[in-house]
């Protein structure tokens, strides 16, 4: 009994301790904590408190009857989705091809950028390039459509304009899906690359000096600094940030696809995504036991698809994997 007894003061005691480290450490970094609570309280909003809605993927959900009180439907939702005739298997691969091209041209592009940018030496120059290729970040997808509009419609487009002006046939873009993978991609290296590229040019900020210095005392151009040194150090950062974009590959960009494609019917088959998809679908049906489903699977293969990236880097280099 007094040996109990002894335990039970004993995890007291180290409780106690926890306790009171915690309420040190609270103490110590208060401004810190108090600058990271806005974020953590959005976080728990937006990304744990919708776990209790989960249930309605398996529910025929009724808004008056509320989560617990909506009939059980198992995986019915779900056939909505995969039991269209390979409706599910088209928009899935739409999605993972838009995607995959998006992460191997953006990191293509925003290392390139980002590189190119570290060798200017003249800081004014510099800092206009910087504010001229982050400058379309700030541009929503809807101007950005609109944009192309101007520059794509088959009467007043500016691109079949001068294809007239100078003999040629104008070339009906918004008739034609073939051509809309290959503008999304541009479209979203345009915004988005000046964007990915700061993260580079940060990483590049903070490289020692010296392996240059000593570089060039041995004779190495410009060149070969960037080929033999940066890049092979830059190589962790760009693993880590396509893995983060690895993670995601299952979530497209609602508002680039809707802002830019819209809702013209016969490009859907090359670039309807499972986001649009579940919109247009709710509009449609007003069914959210099935949206929220198919957000499940996406969930679901997101997490899949991060675990075994990571598992695969981890092989290669361990230090440069996330968990």
């Known amino acids: ?42 976080l728990i909003a937006f990304s744990y408190v919708p776990f209790y809605y989960i249930v309605t ?7 008056q009857a509320g989560v617990f009180g909506s009939q059980w439907v198992g995986l019915r939702n779900f056939n ?12 899935t691969f739409n999605t993972l091809l838009l995607n995959a091209l998006f992460i191997i041209f953006g990191v293509v592009f925003q290392t390139g950028i980002a590189l190119l940018v570290n060798e200017i030496n003249g800081k004014l120059f510099k800092k206009i390039t910087q504010t001229i290729y982050f400058f379309p970040y700030f541009l929503s997808w809807v101007v950005i459509g609109q944009i192309i509009y101007n520059l794509l419609s088959s009467e007043n487009g500016s691109i079949n304009v001068m294809l007239r002006q100078i003999g040629l046939e104008g070339i009906s873009f918004y008739k034609h899906p073939e051509y809309w993978r290959t503008i999304l991609v541009l479209s979203y290296l345009w915004k988005a690359t000046g964007y990915g590229s700061m993260v580079y040019l940060a ?17 190495a151009t410009r060149l070969q600094c960037m080929f033999r040194i940066t890049l092979p150090l830059l190589k962790p950062v760009i693993l880590v940030m396509t893995l983060f974009s690895v993670g995601r590959i299952f979530f497209g960009d609602f508002g680039m696809v809707y802002g830019v494609v819209r809702d013209v019917g016969p490009l859907l088959q090359k670039v309807e995504i499972i986001d649009t998809y579940v919109y247009r679908s709710f509009r449609q049906t007003g069914n959210i036991g099935m949206s929220v489903a198919i957000g499940l699977y996406q969930s679901v293969m997101g997490l899949i698809t ?14 440069t994997a996330l968990f």
Do not use: C, H, W
């Open 203 to 219: 990483t590049l900020s903070g490289f020692d000096t010296s392996y240059y210095e000593a570089a060039i005392v041995d004779g």
């Open 1 to 42: 009994m007094t040996i109990m007894n002894q335990k039970n003061v004993n995890q007291k005691k180290a409780k106690a301790g926890g306790l009171f480290a915690v309420g040190r450490e609270l103490a110590a970094n208060s401004v810190a904590y108090a600058m990271a609570l806005p974020g953590l309280m959005v």
């Open 80 to 91: 909505f989705f995969f039991g269209m005739g390979g409706k599910a298997l088209q928009i």
């Open 57 to 63: 993927a398996f529910q025929k959900f009724n808004l």
């Open 306 to 319: 991060i675990v075994l990236s990571n598992r695969v880097v981890k092989q290669f280099n361990e230090g």
